[in-house]
Structures are given as C-alpha cells and as structure tokens.
C-alpha cells in the first residue's frame, strides 16, 4: 500500500485502473477523493468550486493514468497532477470569489482564533497567489515536508522555501493591519 496525503492507495487497485477497469478507477477515486477536496478547498476556499477541481482532477487522472510508470511511487506523480490542476484551474477563474459562511466541516480547526479572526485568516489566505496557497496548504494542512512540495509542484526546494517565507509574511502583514501587534 502507498500512502499519499494520509490515506492508502492499493497498487492492484492502481495497477487494474491503469488498464482500464473503471470499478478499479472508481475504488481509486473512492480513496482520494476526501484529501483532493481539502487539497481544492485550500485553493479556492469555495465549496462549490473545489468540488469542481476535484471533478477537474479526477478527469485529468482518468486522461492520463495510462502515463503513470507503476515503476515509479504514485504520491508524487499524482500531486504533480492536482497542483497542475490546481494552478490551471485558478487561473482561468474570476478573482476574488465570495467565501462559504463556515470552514469546510473537515479542516483542521485553527485553534484560538475567534469566528471572525478565522474569516479575517481565510480572506487574507485568498489573497495570496495560487502557487503562495498551495504551499501553505501542502504545508501546513497536507503536512507534507519542503522536499514533497517542490516535487509536487515541480520546482526546486528553495522556490518553495520561498513561497513559504513570502506566504507567511504577506498573512501576517494583512492580520496585523486587522488584528494589531497579537497576529
């Protein structure tokens, strides 16, 4: 079994998809499906609209499963597809969607925050640029390490490292003008 972003993936599940089988590409969507919506949550901070880049995912996995090598582990091929999605997907959106009343009911609860210092975060996590909401998503909700971002995104750690940095600055520039010197 192959674990990508905390759940499982069986190779003759993944190897049966790769040949076609659709109940073996349903079971397959079936396992991904949980952590590619909070993956697409993280992007858009829109229900209707991560469910579809979820969709938009799902159907780039199906066009281009016959070019996953099974030699090869399978997390970071398929990150590789949902930040290309992701990123591609952003950009031919319309900016600044309006966001849900309420957090996605399985993200992770950002402790000690008020209901409107939460909806202050997610506006300000908006704002960033895609690849910026990304790495903050794959770092601090996927809990994935510098090394599997840069994979997943296909660029070198240091990008990465930097997106973080830039990230981080740019939250805590926007929370401190709302919140003062506690941000």
């Not at 972003?5 to 993944?14: H, K, N, Q, Y």
């Not at 469910?51 to 780039?60: A, G, K, M, P, R």
Request: aromatic share 12%.
């Amino acid at each position: 079994m192959e674990c990508f972003m905390g759940f499982e993936a069986d190779p003759g599940t993944l190897a049966a998809a790769r040949g076609g089988d659709r109940q073996a590409f349903r079971a397959l969507i079936d396992s991904l499906a949980k952590e590619v919506y909070n993956m697409a949550y993280r992007v858009t901070f829109n229900e209707a609209d991560a469910n579809d880049l979820s969709q938009e995912v799902f159907v780039t996995l199906f066009r281009n499963l016959g070019r996953y090598d099974p030699e090869r582990p399978f997390a970071p091929w398929f990150r590789r597809v949902v930040t290309n999605t992701a990123i591609n997907y952003r950009k031919r959106q319309r900016p600044q969607r309006v966001l849900p009343d309420s957090l996605a009911s399985d993200e992770p609860a950002v402790e000690g925050l008020t209901p409107d210092e939460v909806q202050h975060l997610e506006n300000a996590l908006k704002q960033l640029p895609a690849e910026y909401r990304l790495v903050v998503g794959y770092y601090y909700y996927q809990g994935l390490e510098l090394v599997d971002i840069a994979a997943a995104m296909q660029v070198p750690v240091g990008t990465v490292k930097t997106w973080l940095f830039r990230a981080r600055e740019a939250l805590k520039e926007r929370l401190e003008k709302r919140f003062g010197a506690r941000a």
